[in-house]
């Protein structure tokens, strides 16, 4: 179990919850949280996203990331302009913050 702020991730079951709220999540939006909050506090780059949960090195957008990152956050309640749990790091990846940050 992988718990960080108030999001648990069961990996082996392939299941998560935000507060006491089980989350539906597709294949991606599992995958793609999962990759984060292994690292959580941790710079995670859009590179090592598509290989990852796309496995795939090959890409010409970042659209992909961001339309599942984007169906994610408002699973999980996270405001994509004022985030709490996922950050944009520009020009670097995505962080899954370990402490909520100050708006």
Avoid: C, N, Y
């Amino acid at each position: 179990m992988i718990e960080v702020q108030d999001v648990r991730l069961d990996p082996v079951a392939r299941r998560a919850w935000h507060g006491s709220e089980e989350l539906t999540l597709s294949r991606k939006e599992f995958d793609l949280l999962a990759a984060l909050m292994e690292r959580a506090g941790s710079i995670v780059s859009r590179e090592d996203l598509m290989r990852e949960v796309w496995h795939t090195t090959f890409w010409t957008s970042s659209k992909t990331i961001d339309v599942h990152l984007g169906w994610l956050r408002r699973k999980l309640g996270d405001d994509g302009h004022h985030p709490h749990l996922i950050t944009t790091i520009r020009g670097r990846g995505l962080r899954f913050e370990t402490e909520p940050r100050a708006s």
